[in-house]
């Protein structure tokens, strides 16, 4: 069926996997994953961490680099103006700060930021640079802020960008289905877990 934005000429093509890829986990730390924080209570968010467990240990094991954010503030100054109070409680090396167990490994990167993108202010462009990837692979939280605000980063420094709709979450349903949508039609591939393997797989065997 199609819609407006199909008829102005929208979602024309996808994009594909390119030569080299990593994973772009973006937020998957605890106060954002685990029920005993206030931001951590969303059970889309956990269901997206135990999906993605799964893909970043076959990710791994293809020698696919994985590359977490997190982000943390050192006071009131730092958190800027933030709308969400709860966010200047995560401070660097505190539990909340701390990547989620199920999805992190110690050969994984971590990179702390202060704003949505994980691009903006961070090490994240030399980092991949630097693993000479031309793909990301997104995943976190949440779907409708950081998630989204690191999906547009990366389509502006030129990467191809593929979104595992699967491996992402946020605090309603409604507000993520609607970023998946609209980003898939404008600079990612939304893409489901088995396909996103599919893509990792291709590469490796390249």
């Known amino acids: 069926m199609t819609d407006e934005f199909d008829a102005a000429g929208y979602s024309s093509h996808d994009i594909?996997?390119?030569?080299?890829?990593?994973?772009?986990?973006?937020?998957?730390?605890?106060?954002?994953?685990?029920?005993?924080?206030?931001?951590?209570?969303?059970?889309?968010?956990?269901?997206?961490?135990?999906?993605?467990?799964?893909?970043?240990d076959r990710a791994?094991?293809?020698?696919?680099?994985?590359?977490?954010?997190?982000?943390?503030?050192?006071?009131?100054?730092?958190l800027?103006?933030?709308?969400?109070?709860?966010?200047?409680?995560?401070?660097?090396?505190?539990a909340g700060a701390e990547i989620d167990p199920?999805?992190?490994?110690?050969?994984?990167?971590?990179?702390?930021?202060?704003a949505p993108s994980a691009f903006f202010g961070t090490p994240v462009t030399s980092i991949l640079r630097y693993w000479d990837v031309d793909t990301v692979v997104v995943l976190g939280c949440m779907t409708s802020g950081c998630v989204r605000a690191s999906i547009v980063d990366a389509f502006s420094h030129g990467l191809r960008t593929i979104v595992v709709g699967e491996c992402c979450g946020d605090?309603?349903?409604?507000?993520?289905?609607?970023?998946?949508?609209?980003?898939?039609?404008?600079?990612?591939?939304?893409?489901g877990v088995d396909e996103a393997v599919a893509g990792l797989e291709a590469i490796a065997g390249a």
């Open 102 to 114: 199920k999805v992190w490994h110690p050969t994984d990167e971590l990179v702390i930021k202060k």
């Open 171 to 191: 605090q309603q349903q409604e507000a993520h289905r609607a970023n998946l949508a609209d980003v898939g039609r404008r600079y990612a591939d939304v893409v």
């Open 60 to 78: 791994r094991a293809l020698g696919v680099p994985v590359l977490h954010t997190a982000v943390a503030f050192d006071g009131p100054a730092d």
């Open 16 to 56: 594909g996997f390119g030569r080299r890829a990593a994973m772009l986990v973006v937020d998957f730390q605890r106060a954002l994953t685990e029920g005993e924080f206030a931001l951590g209570r969303s059970p889309y968010v956990r269901e997206a961490v135990e999906r993605s467990g799964p893909l970043l």
């Open 80 to 94: 800027g103006r933030w709308k969400m109070p709860e966010l200047g409680k995560i401070t660097p090396g505190s």
